[in-house]
């Protein structure tokens, strides 16, 4: 995969498929849910790949003579909304998302793998809306996974998502 400019193309893609549904969700909800709902995941196996490659690469050149190449990919903090779960753990497998609006969303920054990670494996995943003159346009998803589910639920922007994925396009080394 190193060196391997398609993944990346595929990453531009995605980006432009979340944006255009992120768009056409005032007046297209079910469909644009799906749309923003594959490319959301799909990005974050291909940048968990991305990842996995770095860190391998990491390993080798450490252990060689070779010099190191910056990996920024590792070191990405991406913003969110994190809610504690409050309630009673039976509930959780129904994924009622509302036990976790009980107390205060907390603003934090989370690894990206970690993020990544949490979509892959998301037990609890919804979109968020936003009114924005009177249309409603998705701005946000909500995910935890199964291994975190009864801890907390985070809330991502897509904007945010949107800003990591370009990140990895443009700075990768692999």
């Known amino acids: 995969m190193i060196f391997d400019g398609y993944w990346k193309k595929e990453l531009k893609y995605h980006i432009k498929q979340i944006r255009l549904w992120q768009y056409l969700s005032a007046n297209h909800s079910q469909y644009a ?86 979509i892959i494996h998301s037990y609890i995943w919804g979109l968020g809306y936003s009114d924005v003159r009177d249309k409603r346009r998705i701005t946000h998803f909500m995910v935890s996974s199964d291994r975190y589910k009864s801890k907390y639920l985070y809330g991502i922007s ?11 396009i443009n700075r990768s080394t692999i």
């Open 158 to 168: 897509l904007d945010d998502w949107i800003a990591y994925v370009e990140y990895c």
């Open 33 to 118: 849910e799906h749309q923003i709902n594959k490319y959301v995941l799909y990005s974050a196996i291909v940048i968990r790949k991305m990842i996995e490659e770095e860190k391998d690469a990491e390993k080798q050149l450490k252990a060689s003579t070779l010099k190191m190449p910056a990996l920024y990919l590792l070191n990405y903090r991406i913003p969110v909304l994190k809610f504690k779960f409050s309630g009673d753990d039976s509930f959780i497998l129904h994924r009622i998302i509302t036990d976790y609006y009980k107390d205060k969303a907390v603003k934090d920054a989370l690894e990206a793998e970690y993020v990544a990670n949490n």
